[in-house]
């Protein structure tokens, strides 16, 4: 029986991305595409959400990269402007499964523990969950199982009770090593469908 629902934000409930900003940098499409892939990548950003600092983590890549200094620094600096809007269709999902009072509703995002204050004030929703775990804050990301462990630990989340929703396909793999059933997100239309099949909504 499914007691306790666990969100990955990006992708799932949030629109990232940073193509947003850099376009405004970029005339050149592939050049951008270019730069993320191989300058900005997301491995590198990932060790921000891991618990490195913005600054440490520019000032690193900088070094490596000084040719490309202007442009990497613009990544932390205007990250805002590659915050989107809301995927609303899978919110109105969050806010139905809320609604049943059936479940309790966990995040467990891969974020920077300094950028993840701009979506708190952004976006309302995020006050509907029951807990959010911060990578950053934590300086631990999925696919690390001791990060899954965290939130088990400070919430009382049975793995067996509990179903995981991320669109990154590694994170599912790993929750589900932990016990966690998984839906691998593609849309909302497809969550939807998952989720009336597991008799979840």
Avoid at 65 to 77: L, S, V
Avoid at 134 to 146: H, L, N, Q
Avoid at 171 to 180: D, H, M, P, V
Wanted: charged share 25%; net charge negative.
């Amino acid at each position: 029986m499914i007691k306790t629902i666990i969100f990955d934000l990006g992708a799932v409930l949030i629109d990232w991305n940073p193509h947003y900003m850099y376009k405004t940098i970029f005339s050149d499409e592939e050049e951008m595409k270019n730069f993320l892939a191989t300058v900005c990548t997301s491995d590198w950003n990932e060790e921000q959400d891991a618990g490195r600092s913005l600054h440490e983590g520019t000032e690193l890549l900088v070094k490596q990269y000084p040719e490309h200094a202007d442009n990497i620094r613009a990544f932390y600096a205007r990250w805002e402007e590659m915050l989107g809007d809301a995927f609303w269709d899978t919110v109105e999902i969050f806010k139905e499964l809320k609604d049943r009072h059936n479940y309790k509703i966990y995040a467990l995002t891969n974020w920077s523990a300094e950028t993840f204050p701009v979506a708190l004030e952004r976006f309302e929703f995020l006050n509907w969950f029951d807990g959010i775990v911060v990578s950053g804050a934590e300086k631990m990301r999925k696919p690390a199982p001791e990060f899954y462990q965290i939130l088990f630990n400070r919430h009382k989340v049975k793995p067996g009770e509990a179903l995981f929703i991320d669109d990154n396909y590694r994170n599912i793999l790993a929750a589900e090593k932990l016990g966690i059933h998984s839906i691998h997100f593609t849309s909302a239309p497809a969550l939807r469908s998952k989720l009336l099949e597991l008799g979840v909504l």
